[in-house]
Each structure stands twice: as C-alpha cells, then as structure tokens.
C-alpha cells in the first residue's frame, strides 16, 4: 500500500471558514491524501463540569461550551468545505465524537470516518460507525491494551486502520513509543498500521515509516503563534511538503538487501582504488 497521508485541520480554524479554506490549500500543495476535521455535538460531547467554566478566547471570555459552540462548523460550513474540497480534488473527513455527529457526517461522500482516542470506549458510537459500513481510522492514544484490544476487534470485520499516538499536545520525545507499531502489526495484520503525530517536528514519523507505517495523521496550521490548544503540536507548509516528500522517500533509501556495485560507484572504483 501506498504511503496515505492525513492533513489535520481538527479546530485550527478556529472557527473561520476561509482559514479552514487556507489549510486545505497547503494540504492539497504539500500532496496529501486528504484534509480532516472534528464534528461534535457540545452539549452531548463536553463534560458537565466543564460547561459552565469561564474561558478567555480571542472573541473574549465566555463559558467552555459557548467556546465549544463558537468553534463549531455546522452543515451550511460543511456544505462548502465539500464543494471546496471537490473543487481541488482532496478528500476530506472528519473525528465523530458522539452519535449525532456520525449521522451528521455519513450524509457526506467520506473515504473514512475517524474514531479519535478520546473516543474508543464509546461503545454506542463505536457500533453506530460499524454499521455504517464506512472505513474506519481509529487512533490509539490515551488508552490501555485492554480497551485497545476490545475496540479494535469489534471492527474485525471492517476495513480498519489503527493510529498509533500519544495523545499529549505537543508529545514528548519519550513518550512516543514508536516501537509498538510493529507490535500491532503482528497483533492485528487484517489492519493497516499507522502512526499519529503530536509531537513537534516530521523525524518521529519517518521513523514510524522506517518501523512499518502506512498511514500517517499530522495536525497543520498557518502558524504556531495562532490562538488554540492544537497550534503547538501543527506542522506549517514548509514542514508538511517536507514530510510528504519524506515519507514518500522511505522505501526507495531502504532499497533492497542485496550487496552490490551500482554504476554509479565502478565509475570511481579506478579514480579511487587505482584499479
């Protein structure tokens, strides 16, 4: 399988259209595959101890849920990151985060639906995106081998892609882990392997590639110095063509295991050897 590259806009567009419009222009320049976005319901998604807690924003203080709301794209927004996205031909997706927000998706002609961590011990909305019969893209953050395990074989059957990732914002360095990606390999090889990056910088991710890595989930933004808890870990577009370019590197420098001379090298054998 071909390196698949997820560019994503999660929140970053802080609730403007026209930047969300901006990221996907650097998706689609950098090559990815496809951009992804987060759908929620805030009044089912966020805790009830959080609702009512006061948060300052750049459109100033209001309630963690009116915040919620504020960034929060509904169908008149989506209808045009649709047309949007068609028009540049990108693919685009979005994380479901209760059920209302998986119905409101699947209206779409979506390559995958998106089960963030946060989310793999919902087991309604875990069923729910089963029957849809959609591909699904499950990342693994934040989660023991128990409640990993339990989810991913409830999708046996599906056309399945399992994230690997810590879910910090920005990840540390010696958190990351990456050597569990061949270990879900052997655990689970009716699914794809990937990797899904928080930590800041491109390197982890050639890494994850080098170790078995297909699939591979970035979070982008204009700048880092913009206002939101995601900015930090976001790559800007010269990191991301980088990264694409990269990884789509990998497996022509692994090359093959044979010891050879190329040409290239009998054309300094004489100037160097004497030969």
């Not at 609730?15 to 759908?39: E, H, R, T």
């Not at 399945?160 to 879910?167: I, Y």
Request: one cysteine or more; charged letters at 30%; glycine letters at 6%.
């Amino acid at each position: 399988m071909k390196t698949f590259i997820i560019a994503e806009i999660g929140i970053n567009h802080n609730g403007d259209l026209q930047l969300a419009k901006n990221l996907i222009d650097i998706a689609y320049k950098s090559g990815c595959d496809v951009v992804k976005f987060q759908k929620r319901n805030p009044n089912v998604c966020v805790p009830k101890t959080y609702k009512n807690k006061i948060r300052e924003t750049p459109w100033g203080e209001m309630t963690y849920l009116e915040y919620k709301h504020r960034i929060e794209f509904g169908k008149e927004e989506y209808d045009e990151i649709d047309k949007y996205c068609k028009s540049k031909s990108i693919d685009w997706t979005a994380s479901v985060w209760d059920l209302d927000s998986l119905d409101f998706l699947v209206q779409y002609d979506i390559p995958f639906i998106k089960i963030p961590s946060a989310k793999i011990t919902d087991i309604d909305l875990l069923n729910g995106t089963k029957e849809t019969g959609i591909p699904v893209v499950m990342s693994l953050g934040m989660s023991t081998f128990t409640e990993i395990d339990t989810a991913v074989n409830m999708f046996k059957d599906t056309d399945l892609t399992l994230l690997w990732c810590n879910s910090s914002y920005p990840s540390k360095d010696n958190e990351l882990d990456l050597n569990v990606i061949p270990k879900l390999q052997n655990l689970y090889p009716w699914a794809r392997i990937g990797y899904s990056g928080h930590e800041e910088g491109i390197s982890a991710c050639i890494i994850a590639k080098v170790l078995g890595a297909e699939v591979f989930e970035k979070h982008i933004t204009l700048s880092r110095s913009m206002w939101g808890t995601d900015q930090a870990a976001s790559l800007v577009y010269d990191q991301l063509w980088r990264l694409v370019r990269d990884l789509k590197k990998v497996d022509v420098w692994k090359g093959t295991d044979s010891i050879k001379v190329y040409d290239s090298e009998k054309l300094l054998i004489e100037k160097l050897r004497g030969e």
